[in-house]
């Protein structure tokens, strides 16, 4: 057998640049590094040594360039991802709150962090966690629950096992989701004698299980006896590249599909089956078939509570839910009939088994009293008041074509997106909403446009998120990448703000003016920006945001627009409960009747 000696780390990277998709490419895109003294030495030097194949990113920040990462997974549907390495001590666990990202989204991921010495020498070694009970623990065992795979690398060979065992994680349907290899410092410097043969290139294909005979009969069955189906179309359409047979199946059967907001962009905007986004932060139109439906096909949705409404969407009595999902373990959910089958082949087994099956229901009134209260919602305001979060995507909407790309994350403004929002093409709606990162969207943005780099990304994002997290736009910069960054500063946390007074309370701690202070906020957002080299404006209406946004088309870097908002309006129309829970207890007469108002709500929810 030849065999090759190279250090744990040389040996790391060398594999990881052979790995390929089924398109040829490497599955690997690059590796985000913050380098410190648990990995400069042994995966600094590595990877400086491949750099012409496999390309290595600086970030700012461990997290952010972690969330850059899973963007660009998320962008290119899971057929190519990225790696991430830190330090021990803070640098990796700065990377934790990125791994519950990526595991709740099952989105690939390989975190690279450094870990304390194998051999205990220098124990213990700068930022070393110490269990007076446990000395196999280290900070990187917080990575335990938000990864799909662990693994602590001890000894160099270890790898032959580790490696393998991880790229078949990342490249599973089911299984997909952040891999961490916590990798000893000491130990990334130690070589050992490689098989050559571990280096060859590999390609990764996706599986695409089909259905099971017995399951696909009970589903078939359960859609033929139903008068008002409805389809609810997941991230799992998308991760499946399954769009196009979503559209046949709707065309073909005559049902209506409605979209989470992991599934957004599924189908066309103006398919005729297409009734837009579904539950808490859904449309009428959606929202009132899903609650006369006695079928729900899900397709590759995890069923969470904004979808279901907190599981009081669905109120037919009857109602069965069919979960197509990939996943075992989402299909089982809400005691639905299981389907466990890739999104694509699960779909045309159906449809090739329903054979001439269809139903017939006019959405049309539907349709026509949503776009209507949309229209409503996206029109710029009269005089002088501050524009909603609505009219803002309105202009943002009027100034993009079928190719842009929306991302944000948390707040108020994915609800209004997922309402108002109209996705032209698949991947043209990107939001992270499984874990509501508040700091994703400017990091998101720019592995979007790295993922795919011909369309316009335009990064819609509200001032407490901008405020957690925008270290990476100075990178945009000094990578080239343009990006178009529109901040909506309402002066706080104004969605949480509404929430707090919709449960009863006092507006206490979210909106800036409302928080304990001495002296008023007041930030330069645009000369903040502007600091990193972003091409930076704030301007004062719809009107010039709409001017702003045309002038950014021909920009080269990356460009932010600032515009203040009012906090308190959001869209009325559409949405759907939400279960958040009010004090039993409380001497506020308002908390009191939104008890009341609460506990009648819940006598709905089907559990």
């Not at 599955?27 to 600094?44: E, R, T």
């Not at 109602?319 to 389907?339: C, M, Y």
């Not at 509200?462 to 957690?468: A, I, N, R, T």
């Amino acid at each position: 057998m030849r065999t090759i000696r190279l250090t744990a780390a040389q040996a790391c990277v060398r594999y990881l640049a052979a790995q390929e998709n089924e398109a040829g490419e490497r599955i690997l895109a690059g590796v985000w590094a913050i380098f410190g003294h648990g990995n400069v030495a042994g995966l600094g030097e590595a990877l400086h040594g491949v750099r012409d194949r496999l390309p290595t990113y600086r970030g700012h920040n461990e997290q952010s360039m972690a969330h850059a990462a899973i963007a660009y997974a998320k962008a290119r549907a899971r057929r190519r991802f990225m790696a991430v390495t830190s330090s021990i001590g803070p640098g990796a666990t700065n990377m934790v709150t990125a791994a519950a990202l990526a595991h709740v989204n099952r989105l690939p991921v390989l975190f690279l962090p450094g870990d304390v010495y194998a051999s205990r020498r220098p124990d213990p070694v700068l930022q070393q966690i110490e269990d007076f009970g446990d000395a196999t623990v280290s900070a990187n065992d917080c990575f335990r629950p938000v990864s799909r795979y662990f693994d602590r690398i001890t000894r160099p060979e270890q790898l032959l096992a580790a490696l393998p065992r991880a790229m078949a994680v990342l490249t599973d349907p089911a299984e997909c989701g952040p891999v961490t290899l916590a990798f000893c410092q000491d130990v990334q410097a130690e070589s050992y004698d490689y098989p050559e043969s571990f280096f060859a290139p590999r390609v990764w294909r996706p599986r695409r299980p089909r259905p099971d005979a017995d399951e696909l009969a009970a589903a078939v069955a359960a859609l033929q006896g139903a008068r008002r189906p409805l389809i609810v179309a997941g991230g799992g359409v998308l991760y499946a590249q399954a769009s196009a047979t979503l559209d046949a199946f709707a065309r073909a059967h005559g049902v209506p599909v409605a979209e989470t907001q992991a599934g957004k962009s599924s189908l066309p905007h103006d398919h005729p089956q297409n009734l837009g986004a579904i539950g808490v932060t859904g449309t009428s139109a959606a929202n009132a078939l899903a609650r006369e439906a006695d079928v729900v096909l899900a397709v590759g949705t995890r069923l969470q509570d904004f979808t279901t409404g907190s599981r009081a969407l669905f109120r037919d009595p009857t109602v069965r839910i069919v979960a197509l999902n990939v996943a075992a373990f989402d299909a089982g959910k809400h005691g639905a009939l299981p389907l466990v089958a890739d999104a694509r082949e699960g779909l045309a087994a159906l449809s090739e088994a329903l054979g001439g099956w269809r139903v017939a229901i006019d959405t049309g009134p539907l349709l026509a009293e949503w776009n209507a209260a949309r229209e409503a919602a996206l029109a710029p305001p009269q005089g002088n008041a501050l524009p909603s979060d609505a009219q803002v995507i309105g202009a943002v909407q009027r100034a993009s074509d079928a190719e842009t790309i929306v991302v944000c994350a948390a707040g108020g403004l994915p609800g209004e997106l997922h309402k108002l929002w109209q996705a032209s093409l698949p991947q043209g709606y990107h939001l992270e909403y499984g874990y509501s990162t508040m700091g994703y969207e400017i990091a998101g943005g720019l592995g979007v446009k790295m993922a795919l780099p011909d369309r316009e990304v335009v990064v819609m994002v509200g001032d407490g998120s901008y405020m957690m997290m925008n270290s990476e736009l100075a990178t945009a910069v000094m990578l080239g990448v343009k990006l178009t960054v529109v901040l909506l500063d309402n002066r706080g946390f104004g969605c949480i703000d509404r929430l707090q007074r919709a449960t009863g309370g006092a507006g206490f701690n979210n909106l800036l003016d409302d928080a304990l202070h001495e002296t008023p906020a007041a930030i330069d957002f645009a000369a903040h920006m502007a600091s990193m080299g972003v091409a930076a404006e704030k301007v004062g209406s719809i009107a010039e945001l709409e001017a702003a946004l045309s002038r950014a088309k021909a920009a080269r870097g990356p460009v932010g627009i600032v515009i203040d908002t009012d906090p308190r309006a959001a869209t009325a129309a559409g949405g759907a409960w939400w279960d958040v829970a009010v004090p039993e207890t409380s001497e506020r007469e308002a908390v009191r009747a939104a008890r009341a108002a609460y506990d009648e709500a819940r006598a709905a929810q089907r559990l």
